[in-house]
């Protein structure tokens, strides 16, 4: 067996009503926090307010930065890295999904490192240590309070960088479930299949490991059998239990192998027209697994029994497209927009889509490998 590293963070707290313990957490890491979130979906959800109160408890200073944006770019991540140096902030607080996340995560890495964070997209080894960091998710879907990744938008070059170093791991993750509650519909939906794709791609991706595939089967155990109660039944905290944990799985099993093509088509969708991280995920999945089948039928068909399907006399070959149909099932079931068409892609984008997905990083990591930028537009034209 080759070499295997695994990391999470130091400290994960799961469970109802355990955004009570952040304050107390968070006294053990600084002395004054920067809480960086959006604009308002935590100060209408209560979060925000359930996490001040749990940092006066202990008499921690804070300030909020709430200027993130759904597509957190270089301008949002220096501006909150200036604050923290004018507050003198020595512990990161994220609060909300994956855009506050990714925006901590860099902030807490560029307060500590020189030039700016344009400078460190890639795997660019960071010179000091990163700020500690408390996250606290409030959507179920990107699995960012777990992982070492971060997305920053640079919008002088139109794409979506992607940060990766052990140092912007969170030092403690603070899950609840009561959180996630005030979803939407639509929201639920999104970000729940943005974890499945995170838990089926790192199972089949080049990366994967005997350990992240143990968390990778979890995740699509759980997401699979509540994805959908979740999204139309939003105060059954059983679904809500279920997404949460399975959507952490699965950013643990990417944080230790990684994402494939579905990433690496979904990100120029969000780059050039804005789309949601999540939807683009949903709309490419089913098609993306069905073109991959034939290359990795086997660890397919292993997903087969989490997704609850009954595979008994059936081959190899047909258990791999049981779970493609399963895939496509759940995604029919939910109330997400089922073509680029709808979401307002034009067809002549679709060219300039498939250079950025053929030449970006995650395609290597994808069990099939696409021959050529032609064959990538002609994966988006199934969908369209």
């Known amino acids: 067996m080759s070499i295997m590293t695994f990391q999470i ?17 968070i006294s053990k890491l600084g002395e004054k926090a920067l809480v960086v979130t959006g604009r308002n979906s935590t100060r209408k959800s209560g979060a925000l307010r359930l996490l001040e109160e749990s940092l006066r408890n202990v008499s921690i200073g804070y300030c909020i930065f709430d200027d993130v944006n759904p597509d957190p770019d270089v301008g949002t991540v220096e ?45 660019v080894p960071q010179k000091n240590s990163s700020l500690p960091l408390v996250a606290i998710p409030t959507t179920a879907g990107t699995g ?11 919008t002088e070059r139109n794409i979506k960088m992607l940060l990766a170093s052990p140092g912007m791991l969170p030092t403690v993750a603070i899950l609840d479930p009561e959180l996630t509650i005030t979803m939407p519909s639509h929201i639920t939906a999104a970000t729940g299949f943005d974890a499945l794709t995170h838990a089926v791609e790192a199972y089949i991706s080049k990366k994967a490991t005997p350990m992240s595939q143990m968390y990778s089967i979890e995740a699509i155990r759980r997401i699979c059998r509540s994805i959908t109660e979740a999204t139309y039944a939003a105060h059954n905290m059983k679904a ?8 952490m799985c699965a950013g643990i099993a990417n944080n230790n192998s990684s994402v494939a093509l579905v990433h690496a088509m979904s990100r120029p969708m969000g780059a050039h027209y804005s789309i949601p991280h999540g939807l683009a995920n949903a709309i490419l999945l ?17 997903i087969a ?18 779970v493609v149909d399963a895939i496509e099932t759940l995604y029919n079931d939910s109330p997400l927009e089922k073509s680029l068409r709808e979401i307002n892609i034009p067809e002549k984008g679709l060219a300039v889509m498939a250079h950025d997905a053929f030449v970006n990083g995650s395609t290597l990591n994808n069990p099939r490998m696409p021959e050529s930028e032609e064959e990538v537009r002609e994966l988006y034209k199934s969908v369209y």
């Open 79 to 123: 501006r909150g890295g200036e604050i923290a140096l004018k507050e003198k902030c020595d512990v990161v607080v994220a609060l909300g999904g994956g855009s506050a996340m990714d925006a901590a995560k860099a902030i807490a890495m560029l307060v500590t490192n020189a030039g700016s964070i344009a400078d460190y997209e890639g795997a």
């Open 286 to 302: 089913p098609a993306v697994m069905k073109y991959n089948a034939p290359s990795c039928s086997h660890r397919l068909a292993e």
């Open 9 to 25: 963070p130091e400290k994960i707290v799961f469970g109802t009503g355990s955004i009570q313990t952040a304050g107390a957490e």
């Open 240 to 247: 809500r239990e279920d997404m949460l944990f399975g959507q």
């Open 305 to 322: 029994e989490a997704m609850g399907i009954r595979t008994a006399g059936l081959s190899i070959r047909d258990r791999a497209y049981s």
């Open 144 to 154: 960012s309070e777990v992982t070492r990744y971060s997305v920053i938008t640079d």
